[in-house]
């Protein structure tokens, strides 16, 4: 699996914007970026994925670079309830999977977002 | 609410014993993912199910067994537990089994081994 690094933590005000980045030199061309995040005392949850172009859902927004080495999650206006451990993923397009992918998730240490009243 | 349901929700046992976690995905999901978090360890993949058959294996003890029956709900079997067994059991689900879709994952199985 192609690896990602991430900061290992970032702190953010109430209301203000956060990006959350993510470098990913040796993604191939077929490998889909996820974004996870884990609240405190609770299982992981999606936020977002993108594959080129950037993406917006009603949770975020994933912000791409040309040559897909990094990408960026934004949060438009944290609030407290966002205060969680955030992972960059990367995953192989289905149809290239193979071998023993078949989607799993494959996590690394992620961001520890702070987020101050 | 993710729709995935995990029992027991708390887990202590000793040693040596052996212990089954539940997992009830999704209605409509079919594949199973099982993942461990440990502090020194982080989150990884255990073991992934579809539809009733074994997809995928990661970083699973031959200790550990897992199956999906018939109704989609799964089971990880820990038997032998050592004091290093002690986590969070994750179990996700997923309509598909082969990464299109997001995971929803369930609330945890915290296991303590004493």
């Known amino acids: 699996d192609a690896k990602t690094t991430q900061p290992n933590s970032m702190e953010s005000n109430e209301e203000e914007p956060v990006h959350l980045p993510c470098n990913h030199s040796?993604?191939?061309?077929?490998?889909?970026i996820h974004w996870y995040r884990q609240l405190p005392s609770q299982g992981p949850e999606y936020v977002i994925h993108?594959?080129?172009s950037n993406v917006n859902n009603r949770m975020a927004s994933l912000a791409i670079a040309e040559d897909r080495k990094s990408s960026t999650l934004i949060l438009h206006r944290a609030t407290l309830r966002d205060a969680a451990v955030y992972y960059c993923?990367?995953?192989?397009?289905?149809?290239?999977?193979?071998?023993?992918?078949?989607?799993?998730?494959?996590f690394g240490q992620g961001t520890i977002l702070t987020v101050h009243p | 609410d993710s729709g995935v349901t995990q029992t027991p929700k708390h887990l202590i046992t000793a040693t040596g014993q052996r212990v089954t976690l539940r997992c009830s995905p999704r209605?409509?999901?079919?594949?199973v993912y099982w993942y461990q978090q440990s502090l020194d360890q982080g989150l990884q993949f255990l073991i992934q199910?579809?539809?009733?058959?074994?997809?995928a294996k990661g970083n699973i003890l031959e200790r550990f067994s897992a199956q999906q029956f018939p109704d989609l709900h799964s089971e990880l079997n820990l038997s032998s537990l050592e004091l290093g067994d002690s986590a969070l059991y994750f179990c996700?689900?997923?309509?598909?089994?082969?990464?299109?879709?997001?995971?929803?994952f369930g609330p945890g199985t915290r296991l303590t081994v004493l």
């Open positions: 996700a689900s997923s309509v598909d089994g082969v990464g299109y879709n997001e995971q929803f």
């Open positions: 040796t993604i191939s061309g077929t490998d889909y």
């Open positions: 993108g594959l080129t």
């Open positions: 993923i990367l995953r192989a397009r289905p149809l290239n999977a193979g071998g023993t992918s078949y989607g799993k998730l494959t």
């Open positions: 209605s409509g999901d079919l594949s």
């Open positions: 199910y579809y539809n009733g058959e074994e997809r």
